[in-house]
């Protein structure tokens, strides 16, 4: 099996620390599937406290925008978009309604 | 040390007050064992405690050597429940008891005989002894999930026990077996239904540990008695709702259940396999070596 | 806790010198933002020796934390109440946990678990070499509370700043569960101390004696012989040096060690009044070296120990993921 394949998905976690706040983003884990994400999102990120809200997302499901920090291009006008070689996406804190 | 050189003066308490128990030592001058009594009560409690207290200790052994780090947590996170259970069964149990042991008197200081745990969780889960082979992840996952379903199914009939102790334990607990299940489930069916080789594994496991799944449904004196006075559900009680559950999941793993075996194994009575010995030696150690020691 | 890594790796190689002109630029741009002390996040632009360093660093903390469950895990069947293994085990839990948050921080500068697994287990990456010794006691786990967390939370907390976020939240989350800790270690040890039996009490000194030096090394090589210091002091990812760590360190634990009524073995350590500091013996870098270099103790035990939980694990690992692939009913992996 070639590395890429025999790896577990990585999922970014968000976790609702109480009731009324919004997700926030913790981190991330390897998991093979939804069920198992959520378990061990539980069991890393919240070490079981009740009445928390758990979303786990596969890492290449996140769309983010581009840092679209102004003071890194030295022309604002310019459009050229400099890549950088991340092999994930770093997820931003997603509003969902 | 000669059994002659009993302590006089009582050793102090963990937190410094005096405890009231004098330290006994044996005449290689080892912490002694001692003796409790035998009520069905008392005995229930026991089976209980000690099958938790016995499956977190071999639980605990994956520390640092799961598959994946995720489940290395995961897997921490149950022995830690489950020894929360047999912590709050065995502080019960010593004051059943009434001679004023606390959780780890019971622990640490009591002979095989006088532990009551079932067979099946003393089997090897990773690590072998000096004369049988190892398990592997698949045997952790398999008894995970036989015993969680049959600790779910005790602890909620026990919500309703006549003892109001009792009763607590299992409000507390119930929730945590609930959460057990679920996780064992799912990696029984992950591993049964995934390759071949951990389908073999996964159905190996099950033949390995269904001989010892008689003991969970055999009453003797003890289920009768606990049960006539609403204490608790006698083991025979708990067979038909565990083998429905039980066979949902290994027919969902695609693996087949083993034919009922007519060895019925009896640690609840004190007669253990010979796994028992090597796993008390270890987790009794220092104990026995330290007399009077305060941790 | 393991900032070792900085000053103990090999030199990286600097990016040839025909960077374009638009590159100087961006580095130049990049030096501004740490000097302004703005936080990097992933997808910034960043030179690519500041994301190797960045990667080896975190990665070598992860893998110290994962390897240090061992010596802990050691005890973990044999403590000696029931309390007590309880509080090791949420302690060794929490070590895992930690592991696993740094992984994540390094996998958003382009790396992968397995990459850095595979480092590790190869040998090419290392980890805190205060691992390469043995729990010999029960004193031992107590002593590693009190003196390998405790100059792991000096280490720690000034990461809490480093200029590259994802390290400094991951930082953040690891300082605030680390300080339980050091105080179940050291309430451990006070308890045998003061409440114990002459032989938990010789138990404990002994202990001490075998850690305390090593303890001092975690700190890694004097600032003069410091390959890396300052670099890393500049890009933010080291902020206080070896030496100063060190001498804080020592300062604290002299006091400890009192309050817990044992002794430190080392004869020259005296309260210098002048310098307002402990003064402290020599420590035998031959030996740190030796250690660090693969000839400690348990050097080969612990990389077998987590090559063997990998390697055996191998087959759980595809089965999840066969498994979840039938689920989803996808073939073929995307790319």
Not at chain 3, 78 to 90: C, D, H, S, V
Not at chain 3, 126 to 148: C, E, M, Q, R
Not at chain 3, 230 to 245: C, E, F, P, T, V
Not at chain 3, 295 to 307: F, I, T
């Amino acid at each position: 099996m070639n590395p890429a394949r025999s790896e577990w998905p990585l999922w970014e976690v968000f976790v609702r620390p109480r009731s009324g706040l919004e997700h926030k983003h913790c981190g991330s884990l390897h998991a093979t599937d939804a069920t198992m994400a959520l378990q061990l999102a539980r069991e890393v990120y919240t070490r079981r406290q009740e009445g928390i809200s758990i979303w786990v997302v596969p890492s290449t499901q996140i769309t983010a925008s581009d840092p679209g920090d102004r003071e890194m291009f030295f022309d604002p006008m310019e459009d050229k978009v400099y890549r950088h070689p991340t092999f994930y996406t770093l997820p931003e804190p997603v509003n969902h309604l | 040390m000669n059994s002659e050189n009993r302590r006089q003066d009582t050793p102090r308490g963990r937190a410094g007050e005096p405890s009231p128990i004098a330290e006994p030592l044996d005449a290689g001058g080892r912490a002694a064992s001692i003796t409790i009594g035998d009520s069905p009560e008392l005995r229930y409690v026991l089976r209980l405690a000690d099958t938790c207290l016995i499956h977190a200790q071999r639980l605990t052994e994956w520390c640092g050597h799961a598959p994946v780090l995720e489940e290395d947590i995961a897997l921490s996170n149950l022995a830690l429940d489950l020894l929360g259970q047999a912590r709050a069964l065995l502080t019960h149990a010593g004051a059943i008891d009434g001679r004023g042991y606390d959780e780890d008197r019971l622990a640490f200081l009591r002979e095989e005989r006088d532990y009551l745990n079932l067979t099946l969780v003393e089997q090897p889960l990773r690590r072998g002894s000096a004369h049988s082979p190892g398990g592997d992840f698949a045997d952790t996952q398999v008894r995970n999930l036989l015993l969680a379903v049959w600790l779910k199914l005790t602890w909620e009939r026990l919500q309703s026990s006549s003892d109001a102790e009792l009763a607590a334990v299992a409000g507390k607990a119930v929730k945590e077996a609930r959460y057990h299940v679920e996780h064992a489930a799912g990696w029984v069916i992950r591993l049964g239904d995934g390759t071949q080789e951990s389908s073999r594994r996964t159905q190996a496991a099950i033949e390995r540990i269904w001989p010892f799944t008689a003991e969970m449904f055999a009453d003797d004196e003890v289920d009768r008695a606990i049960s006539a006075r609403g204490i608790g559900p006698a083991r025979s009680a708990l067979l038909e709702p565990w083998l429905v559950e039980v066979q949902a999941v290994i027919d969902e793993a695609g693996v087949g259940m083993p034919g009922a075996s007519r060895f019925i194994s009896s640690g609840s009575r004190g007669m253990h396999s010979e796994h028992l010995g090597f796993v008390l030696a270890e987790m009794q150690s220092l104990q026995r070596t330290y007399p009077g020691g305060v941790w | 806790m393991y900032t070792q890594a900085m000053d103990t790796a090999p030199r990286e190689d600097r990016q040839a010198a025909h960077r374009t002109e638009d590159q100087r630029e961006l580095e130049r741009r990049f030096e501004e933002r740490i000097d302004a002390g703005d936080p990097i996040e992933a997808k910034d632009w960043m030179p690519e020796h500041y994301r190797r360093t960045l990667v080896r660093q975190i990665s070598q903390h992860a893998h110290s934390e994962i390897v240090g469950m061992l010596p802990e895990g050691n005890w973990v069947t044999r403590a000696p109440t029931l309390k007590r293994k309880a509080i090791l085990l949420a302690k060794i839990q929490d070590e895992a946990g930690h592991g696993l948050y740094l992984y994540s921080a390094a996998e958003t500068l382009g790396t992968s678990r397995d990459q850095m697994l595979g480092a590790l287990h190869s040998g090419q990456a290392k980890y805190s070499s205060i691992f390469n010794y043995p729990t010999l006691t029960w004193a031992d786990v107590g002593v590693i509370g009190w003196l390998v967390d405790g100059a792991a939370i000096m280490n720690q907390v000034p990461l809490t700043r480093c200029s590259y976020a994802p390290y400094a939240r991951a930082m953040v989350r690891i300082c605030r569960e680390e300080s339980f800790h050091q105080r179940q270690g050291f309430d451990a040890l006070l308890t045998m101390m003061r409440q114990g039996t002459p032989e938990q009490r010789a138990m404990v000194q002994d202990a001490t004696n075998r850690w305390w030096w090593p303890s001092l090394m975690m700190f890694g090589p004097p600032d003069s012989e410091s390959v890396h210091g300052a670099q890393g002091m500049r890009w933010g990812i080291k902020r206080i040096s070896n030496d100063d760590l060190r001498q804080t360190f020592i300062d604290a634990a002299a006091e400890q060690a009192m309050v817990l009524g044992i002794s430190l073995p080392d004869p020259d350590l005296k309260w210098n009044e002048i310098r307002g500091h402990y003064d402290f013996g020599a420590i035998d870098w031959d030996e740190f070296w030796r250690v660090v270099g693969g000839d400690g103790p348990c050097n080969r035990e612990r990389l077998a120990a987590r090559v063997r939980a990998w390697d055996e694990g191998a087959w759980v690992r595809e089965a999840a993921l066969a498994y979840a692939r039938k689920s989803s009913g996808v073939q073929q992996e995307a790319a």
